[in-house]
């Protein structure tokens, strides 16, 4: 089945650096990739929808320039939190359209804490 | 209005009991809905695709409402196991993914 690995599964880093949380399709090509962000207790939110070869489209109140995503290849795509700041702290999860009946498959989320 | 609407939780139920989720959507021209569960800390995995003529696998039923604009998922004989967040997923078409907010389901022996 199609296949998500997400990396890194927990990052803990300081204020004011930088992040990269790569996301690639294993068996199948992501031509599309979704990014999402999950607070505590609340649900999943679509971040920016990346295409490869092509600038990323981003949701209404995202900053483009502090989450900057690279969609280089078929089966990769990288999300960086460029001057992580506490409130950034949360669970990154990346998605991806490949399976043949439509669903998504995402990929095993990378929790953020910025101390 | 919310663009997904999930009955809110928690739901509580005994292991055994039959439990039921909706989930409303607002954009008519959707095409496609999904129920997926996410446990705590974990990424959400596809529990089933949700078609018109409705779908049942093992102990799951999933059913579609158009006309109504919303989704269901039944679980008979709940486990133990069952016990995690249900999210309801609506693609509208294009890049546009939504996801409802989750209804959490407690089971207890």
């Known amino acids: 089945g199609a296949v998500v690995s997400q990396h890194p599964s927990w990052v803990i880093c300081k204020s004011g650096t930088s992040v990269k949380i790569e996301c690639r399709s294993l068996?199948?090509?992501?031509?599309?990739m979704f990014w999402y962000r999950q607070f505590p207790k609340q649900s999943l939110m679509l971040m920016a929808t990346?295409?490869?070869?092509?600038?990323?489209?981003?949701e209404q109140g995202v900053e483009k320039d502090k989450f900057l995503i690279n969609h280089a290849s078929l089966t990769l795509s990288t999300l960086t939190v460029t001057s992580a700041h506490p409130e950034d702290s949360s669970f990154y999860i990346c998605?991806?359209?490949?399976?043949?009946?439509?669903?998504?498959?995402f990929g095993s989320g990378t929790r953020l804490t910025v101390v | 209005r919310k663009e997904v609407e999930q009955d809110p939780g928690p739901f509580n139920v005994p292991e055994g009991a039959t439990v039921a989720f909706n989930c409303t959507y607002s954009n008519s021209a959707s095409q496609s809905f999904f129920w997926y569960r996410q446990d705590c800390r974990k990424e959400p995995k596809l529990l089933m695709s949700v078609y018109s003529s409705g779908n049942e696998d093992g102990r799951f039923t999933a059913q579609l409402n158009r006309a109504s604009q919303y989704i269901s998922l039944l679980i008979r004989d709940s486990k133990l196991s069952d016990s995690a967040t249900y999210l309801c997923v609506v693609y509208t078409g294009g890049f546009k993914t939504i996801f409802g907010a989750g209804t959490r389901l407690f089971v207890k022996a």
């Open positions: 068996d199948f090509q992501a031509t599309t």
């Open positions: 998605s991806a359209r490949g399976r043949n009946d439509g669903g998504y498959t």
């Open positions: 990346s295409n490869e070869g092509s600038k990323a489209t981003y």
